[in-house]
Each structure stands twice: as C-alpha cells, then as structure tokens.
C-alpha cells in the first residue's frame, strides 16, 4: 500500500498555499497512493471557513481514504463542524492507521503551540498496538523528535511515553508535522509545511514487508531530496 503525507498547509485563502496543496495530491494520485494522512495544522488560524477550504478541495482533488488530524493551529471547534469527530482507528489493508488529537490547553501565549497525547489517547494506543503484528501508523500533529531547551515551549509533553511504546514495537511509524522540516529519525517520519516547501510531498511503502519511505521532498533546511531507502525498516 502507498500512503501520502502532508502537514501544516495553514491553509488561509492563500493562492499559493492552495496550488501546492493541489499539485501535491496530484503528485499522490499519479503514484498511486490509496491513503493521504495530513498530519496537522490545515489552517492559519482555526476559522471555519479555513476548514471547509480544506474541505473543498480534497472533495475536488481527493477520491480516495484519508486520515486528517487537527494541530496547535486548528484551535476552537471549526475542525469539527467540517470534518465531525476525530476518526476512529482503521485497517487499511493490512496497515492500522490510529489518528491522535495532540492540541494541548493553552495556558498562555508562550505555551500555545505545545503538544499532548493525554492520558487516554496513550491508554488506547497501548492497547491497540500490543499484539499487533502488522504495520501501525500513528498520525499527529506533534511528534516526539524534539529535545533540548525548546521543547517545553512546542514540543510534545508525552514524548517519553511515545518514545517507549516506539522502543517496543518496530513495526509502529509515527507520522507527524510542527516541525516544518522533511526529518526521519528512527520510526518517526517528519513532513515539511505545504505552507512553504515546493515539494511537500511524501510517500511511504506500507504492508507486510516492512515500511519504506519512497519519497521525500526536498528540505530547503538540509541537503534535499533523498531517494528509498537500501531496505524496509521495521
């Protein structure tokens, strides 16, 4: 299975931040891709109608499954006046794909774009990955890569307990934004913001023989465009 991923289109009526937004699920559709996951921050600034642009076009450009998860900038209740409540896990072919909610309480501006699993986000992805022995993609908008003197002020409070349920099963790839670079370190996977890469796009090989990442965009923060891997990871 080929799976699509894009992050942080901050989507604002933006000609520009549309056109890439298109282009990159035109790039998808040509590849082959049966899932696209959009991991986070889809709009500027979490108004509603930033939502149903959104909306309209994945319903112009985008027939087939989806998994989207709101980030740090989809605050408010516009996320589910569009799309209803958070999806509930889902097979797709022999994947388990588990969407999370990482929007954390603001409790101040400093603190805004801080990430959070919770408690019961955790207890479900404990349970349901414990004896899976297929692949399980994880989709949030916050990942567990970040560390240092920053990550108490964007990073993602939970990163330890996500670092441990990563450490016991290798067959769980965390997909994930916020970070706005094209990053893969270990099993989790980083996509650049459609807000500001020209090639946002990425593209992983999914099934029973591990997962691969296919394609990678081009990081203008790094040395660029990375081809497959030598081997499936995991």
């Given amino acids: 299975m080929l799976v699509a991923h894009l992050s942080d289109l901050h989507l604002k009526n933006d000609e520009g931040r549309r056109l890439r937004f298109v282009r990159a699920l035109g790039q998808a559709k040509a590849a082959g891709a049966q899932e696209l996951i959009i991991t986070g921050d889809l709009t500027a600034s979490g108004r509603e109608r930033q939502f149903q642009e959104l909306a309209d076009v994945l319903a112009e450009h985008w027939p087939y499954g989806r998994t989207i998860v709101p980030g740090n900038h989809d605050s408010g209740h516009g996320f589910g006046r569009v799309f209803g409540p958070l999806d509930h896990p889902k097979m797709v072919g022999e994947t388990l794909v588990i969407p999370i909610d990482t929007r954390a309480p603001r409790r101040a501006i400093l603190f805004g774009a801080l990430g959070k699993i919770g408690a019961m ?12 022995a297929g692949p399980v993609i994880i989709a949030a908008h916050h990942g567990p890569q970040f560390g240092g003197v920053l990550h108490p002020f ?10 441990r349920l990563l450490g016991r099963s290798p067959n769980i790839h965390y997909l994930a934004g916020h970070d706005h670079r094209v990053l893969d370190i270990g099993q989790v996977h980083t996509a ?28 203008p923060g790094s040395a660029g465009f990375a081809g497959p891997p030598s081997s499936p990871r995991g």
Avoid: C
Avoid at 192 to 219: C, K, M, N, Q
């Fill in 154 to 163: 964007h990073g993602l409070i939970d990163r330890a307990a996500v670092m």
């Fill in 121 to 132: 986000q955790l207890s479900m992805l404990d349970t349901l990955t414990r004896n899976v």
């Fill in 192 to 219: 650049g913001s459609v807000a500001t890469h020209d090639d946002p796009l990425r593209l992983y090989e999914v099934g029973a023989g591990g997962f691969r990442s296919i394609y990678r965009s081009a990081d």
